[in-house]
T-cell receptor, first 115, second 112 residues
């Protein structure tokens, strides 16, 4: 079956703009998690959505937000972009949530460059 | 999340077994150990996970010590395509809110 799909794969924005990234999970998966990866900080957890509700949140400012739709697809939004937001944004889906014995499957990511 | 400690980097000759260690001395009784790997600029890929018993799948074997304070991921016949960063993760299963903490991982380099 199809894996986790993230769109777009690459994005270039300027400071102050906002951006929306999309993630389509594996069919049947209800949990979607988002991560930010930068060379300096590595992979950091942003938030997790389960059945349209944000269940967990990492330590990121309020400029980072997300939502999940009834079909489990998820979007992540970053407002007022800063240069430091340049990163690879990864989405992962799983059947339940990371608390249970659940394997997370990752998408290929969206590479965001802020100029 | 329970803290994990891995070597920063390791080399292995192609065709040989690659043994990647991980210490997780603060692991609790109901926490699983997961291994993922990430090939440059791609999304992390799940490899294997276990609780107490040793596990094997088509990709690798996982050996967990009896006290569960450490584990070893074994790639039995390493190929050049196994060059990647390998992450050992112990997610918190008691109601924490930090998602998966990846740490720095081990950069495994397979030498021809």
């Amino acid at each position: 079956k199809a894996g986790v799909t993230q769109t777009p794969r690459y994005l270039i924005k300027t400071r102050g703009q906002q951006v929306t990234l999309s993630c389509s999970p594996i069919s049947g998966h209800r949990s979607v998690s988002w991560y930010q990866q930068t060379p300096g900080q590595g992979l950091q957890f942003l938030f997790e959505y389960f059945s349209e509700t944000q269940r967990n949140k990492g330590n990121f400012p309020g400029r980072f937000s997300g939502r999940q739709f009834s079909n489990s697809r998820s979007e992540m939004n970053v407002s007022t972009l800063e240069l430091g937001d340049s990163a690879l944004y990864l989405c992962a889906s799983s059947l339940g949530g990371w608390r249970e014995e659940n394997i997370q499957y990752f998408g290929a990511g969206t590479r965001l460059s802020v100029l | 999340d329970a803290k994990t400690t891995q070597p920063t980097s390791m080399d292995c000759a192609e065709g040989r077994a690659a043994n990647l260690p991980c210490n997780h001395s603060t692991i609790s009784g109901n926490e699983y150990v997961y291994w993922y790997r990430q090939i440059h600029s791609q999304g992390p890929q799940y490899i294997i996970h276990g609780l107490k018993n040793n596990e094997t799948n088509e990709m690798a074997s996982l050996i967990i010590t009896e006290d569960r304070k450490s584990s070893t991921l074994i790639l039995p016949h390493a190929t050049l395509r196994d060059t990647a960063v390998y992450y050992c993760i112990v997610p918190y299963s008691g109601g924490g809110a930090d998602g998966l903490t990846f740490g720095k991982g081990t950069h495994l380099i397979i030498q021809p």
